[in-house]
């Protein structure tokens, strides 16, 4: 009986939340109707000087994929060390920090080796004609762009989950089939690092919804302390109060699992501890 009470429960959830928070789960902002493809989802389009575009090349917004940098680097570095917002549009990157090693110059600047390879460099102030083939590299939006990484060769032999990129990406880090950077010399501090405390639940408290089980330790990877602490959440135990449904508005866990880490839609991956 209970077990019935809880699917018709989840269903009346789902659909209070057709309307509004699904289409938010996913996409991030409800402007967009459209699902995101696996490919798309973490897709970030960063346009805020729209004012210089008409006088200046390359006259498009920059579109910056997760996928391809998180199975890299983590979310920590480029967010605590080198400072992108967690919100988008809200980093104001000017090609003058990029010239200067910052933001996307800390690794574009045509030194960096990455896989025995230099990473291409970033904006420049005085270029050549040739150069825009660079530039177009990230002013893509629009344009048709060859890129050197496909999505799907890339991600070809990591484990599969059903939603967001359709990666299991926690997976695939535990199993060592990627392996995130945390520490690039001259940009990141050498910090004491933290233990991790252990696993907690946190309770649904609605009947028959079952609770969740939150891993310390296994955030901690990608996002060090840092990213949620004190931000997100308060470094006590039921001080933060909050419902699932402003997971969906994108608050509390929703800052990160509704358009990086795995969307709110997925709600057996966080609802996994059985009440009855
Ligand atoms: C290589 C650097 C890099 C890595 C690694 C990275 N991010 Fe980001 N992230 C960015 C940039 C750049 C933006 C866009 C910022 C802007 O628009 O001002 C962004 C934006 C975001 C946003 C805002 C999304 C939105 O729609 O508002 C979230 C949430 C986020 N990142 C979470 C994560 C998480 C979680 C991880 C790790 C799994 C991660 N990021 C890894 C660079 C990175
Ligand atoms: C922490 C380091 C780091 C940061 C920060 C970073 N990138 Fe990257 N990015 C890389 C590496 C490494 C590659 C792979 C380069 C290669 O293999 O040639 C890459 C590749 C790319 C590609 C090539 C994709 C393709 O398939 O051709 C684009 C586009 C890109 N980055 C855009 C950006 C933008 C835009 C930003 C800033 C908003 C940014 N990156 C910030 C490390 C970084
Ligand atoms: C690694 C990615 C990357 C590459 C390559 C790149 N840019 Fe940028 N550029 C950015 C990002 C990110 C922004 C911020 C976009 C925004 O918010 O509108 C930006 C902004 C700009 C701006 C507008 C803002 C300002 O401060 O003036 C200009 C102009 C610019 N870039 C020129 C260039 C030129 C010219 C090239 C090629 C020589 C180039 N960029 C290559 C990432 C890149
Ligand atoms: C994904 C986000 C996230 C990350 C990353 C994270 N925490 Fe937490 N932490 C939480 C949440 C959620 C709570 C519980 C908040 C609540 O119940 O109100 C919490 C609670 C705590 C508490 C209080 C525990 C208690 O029993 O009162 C401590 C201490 C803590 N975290 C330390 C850390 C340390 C140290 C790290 C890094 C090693 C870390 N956290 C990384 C989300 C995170
Ligand atoms: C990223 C993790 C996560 C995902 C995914 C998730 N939830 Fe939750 N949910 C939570 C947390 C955490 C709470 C407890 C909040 C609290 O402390 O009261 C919760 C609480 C709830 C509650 C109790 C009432 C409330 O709003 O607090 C219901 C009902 C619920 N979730 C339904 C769902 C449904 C249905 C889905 C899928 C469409 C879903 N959840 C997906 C994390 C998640
Ligand atoms: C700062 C970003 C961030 C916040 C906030 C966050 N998460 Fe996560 N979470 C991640 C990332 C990154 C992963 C790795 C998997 C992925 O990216 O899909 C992950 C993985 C998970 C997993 C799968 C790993 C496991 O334990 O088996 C669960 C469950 C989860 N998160 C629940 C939660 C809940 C519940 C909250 C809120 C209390 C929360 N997360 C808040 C970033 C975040």
Redesign the pocket.
């Given at each position: 009986m209970k077990r019935l009470l809880h699917i018709i429960f989840l269903i009346l959830f789902f659909t209070s939340l057709t309307f509004t928070g699904l289409a938010l789960a996913q996409n991030g902002g409800g402007v967009k109707k459209k699902r995101p493809l696996p490919h798309e989802y973490g897709r970030m389009i960063i346009g805020n000087y729209k004012e210089l575009w008409p006088v200046r090349e390359p006259s498009v917004p920059v579109v910056f994929d997760h996928w391809l940098h998180r199975a890299r680097f983590t979310c920590r570095l480029c967010h605590v060390d080198i400072a992108f917002g967690m919100v988008a549009g809200t980093t104001g990157i000017k090609a003058s920090d990029n010239i200067k090693g910052y933001y996307c110059g800390t690794c574009h600047n045509g030194e960096m080796v990455y896989n025995g390879r230099k990473v291409f460099d970033s904006c420049s102030e005085n270029f050549q004609k040739e150069d825009i083939e660079r530039c177009i590299r990230c002013h893509s939006l629009g344009k048709n762009v060859k890129r050197e990484y496909d999505f799907y060769t890339f991600t070809e032999k990591l484990p599969r989950e059903r939603f967001g990129n359709g990666i299991d990406w926690e997976k695939a880090e535990a199993e060592g089939l990627i392996k995130p950077i945390d520490f690039l010399e001259g940009v990141s501090i050498k910090s004491f690092s933290?233990?991790?405390?252990k696993d907690?639940d946190?309770e649904a408290k609605v009947e028959g919804i079952p609770n969740i089980i939150?891993s310390?330790k296994k955030?901690?990877v990608w996002?060090?302390?840092e990213?949620?602490?004190p931000d997100?959440?308060?470094?006590?135990?039921?001080?933060?109060k909050f419902t699932c449904v402003n997971n969906f508005e994108g608050k509390y866990c929703g800052a990160c699992h509704r358009t990086v880490a795995f969307p709110m839609l997925d709600c057996q991956r966080c609802h996994t501890k059985p009440v009855y």
């Open positions: 933290l233990e991790a405390p907690f946190l939150v310390h955030h901690t996002n060090g302390c990213v949620c602490h997100i959440f308060f470094v006590k135990k039921g001080i933060t």
